[in-house]
């Protein structure tokens, strides 16, 4: 088997398990909903940003939430693999650890993109309405985004032993993650010490990405945050394909 035949087939067993579990389409759905909707619809009774809707305004951060969330939590299956020996059989086989790090990366885009991709196709529901261009670099700023958080997870699960373990870490790395990337707020008007955070935050720069293509407001120049985001996505596959390197 070749390493690209390898590839691929780590690739497609993720996307058949994720396909398979349907509950798990449905719930990773049902929140980012709840709080544009519930969340959003209620604070956009009575608050607006720059004259657009609070529910509009935070439509960006969401569809990034969904994606953080759901990248990040995907490096709770490598336990589950090794636990029930399926990682054992795969590191035994004539593969290198790249092309293995590479076929879990791309299973783990897959399921966060779709995910992505539904909540792009409801924009319109929330009032966002998307050209086929904006659409396209949606998924670009998305795809780098779910590179390097799926890149993060798969470390984290590499070096961890149970999964209780690795969702109390992942716990502490994700929720901060979210708060502190402007998805709720605008970053122009921060006390300073906010600001600094948000700005090592690099959600921030896909928050404000997607912002910029959906909705047109945006902190950062768009080449600034796709540039941003491909170097962290670089950084993280890179220290992914080492941590996997020495993973027993």
Not at 24 to 52: H, M, Q, Y
Request: charged share 10%.
């Amino acid at each position: 088997m070749s390493q690209a035949e390898a590839i691929y087939a780590l690739w497609f067993r993720e996307f058949k398990v994720f396909t398979r579990e349907k509950s798990r389409i449905i719930t990773s759905i049902f929140t980012p909903l709840l709080w544009i909707f519930v969340f959003g619809g209620g604070l956009g009774s009575a608050v607006n940003i720059g004259g657009i809707n609070y529910q509009i305004f935070i439509y960006p951060g969401i569809v990034a939430m969904s994606v953080l969330f759901s990248s990040v939590f995907y490096g709770v299956y490598i336990i589950w693999d090794r636990k029930i020996d399926i990682l054992k059989e795969v590191l035994v086989a004539p593969l290198s650890r790249t092309s293995i790090f590479v076929g879990k990366v791309l299973g783990g885009c897959t399921d966060s993109m779709i995910q992505a991709f539904i909540m792009l196709l409801i924009s319109f529901a929330v009032g966002v309405y998307l050209s086929p261009s904006a659409f396209l670099l949606a998924i670009l700023i998305l795809f780098l985004l779910s590179l390097s958080l799926v890149s993060t997870g798969l470390i984290i699960g590499s070096l961890m032993e149970s999964p209780e373990g690795f969702n109390m870490i992942v716990s502490f790395l994700v929720f901060p993650l979210f708060f502190f990337s402007g998805a709720l707020y605008p970053l122009d008007k921060l006390p300073l010490w906010l600001s600094a955070i948000t700005y090592i935050d690099p959600v921030t720069y896909g928050v404000d990405g997607l912002r910029t293509v959906t909705i047109g407001i945006s902190q950062f120049p768009l080449y600034f945050d796709v540039g941003v985001l491909g170097m962290f996505a670089a950084v993280m596959f890179t220290v992914g394909t080492r941590a996997f390197e020495r993973m027993k």
